[in-house]
Structure formats: C-alpha cells, structure tokens
C-alpha cells in the first residue's frame, strides 16, 4: 500500500487546512487509517484515527474539537480538516494504514508527510 499525503502549506494562527491522503495498491475500504504529526527533536504523535467505514473517529485532546477525519472510500482518500490552528500544531504531518484495528498503535504502512506551518 501506497499512501501520498497532500495538502500542507503556511497558514496564520486560527486559519484551517484540509490535509488529504491517497491511498493505492490496496483494499482502501478494509483498512483503518491515522494521522499522526512530528516535530524535528521530538517524538511523533497521535493525532488521531477513523474506522475502516468511517463510522468512528478517535482524536488526541491536544486537537479534539478543532480537527475532524473523513474518509471517501470511493476515492481512496482519507481526510484531515484542521481548524482553529494553532502554533503549536506545525509539524510534519503523516498518515498511516492499518490492516486490523484502529487506534494509535496498530499501523502497517505509513505516507511520506507533509509540512503544515502554523504562523502566530
């Protein structure tokens, strides 16, 4: 499985950005995905996780509120809407595939990242 996150860029404090990834060369609709973020120096962290059907999601508090995942299953593509960003939240952002389960610890593939800058 082939996952190609898009959607990153620059954005002023309290902007939002919708964050997409593309899956390919696999059963897209069988597996949960995640989004996770990074910073240079630090460990990478949950974001958070939607169902193979899209019927659950599952945030880390750090964005519960002001993040939200879809997925199309139609498009292969899972979603990342952040809202109310903060300064905080710049980071490299990934996604990731899981086979069986969801949540933060199950994935199996994982997408090259994308950087979101948040500007105070």
């Known amino acids: 499985v082939q996952l190609q996150a898009s959607g990153g860029g620059l954005v002023q404090a309290g902007g939002s950005l919708r964050l997409s990834c593309r899956a390919s060369?696999?059963?897209?609709?069988?597996?949960?995905m995640g989004w996770f973020r990074q910073v240079p120096g630090k460990d990478r962290e949950f974001v958070g996780a939607?169902?193979?059907?899209?019927?659950?999601?599952f945030y880390a508090d750090s964005v519960k509120g002001r993040f939200a995942i879809s997925r199309d299953n139609a498009k292969n593509t899972v979603y990342l809407q952040m809202n109310s960003l903060k300064p905080e939240d710049t980071a490299v952002y990934y996604c990731?595939?899981?086979?069986?389960?969801?949540?933060?610890?199950?994935?199996?593939?994982w997408g090259q990242g994308t950087q979101v800058t948040v500007s105070s």
């Open positions: 060369g696999g059963t897209f609709s069988s597996y949960s």
């Open positions: 939607i169902s193979w059907s899209g019927g659950s999601t």
């Open positions: 990731a595939a899981a086979r069986t389960g969801w949540g933060p610890n199950v994935y199996d593939y």
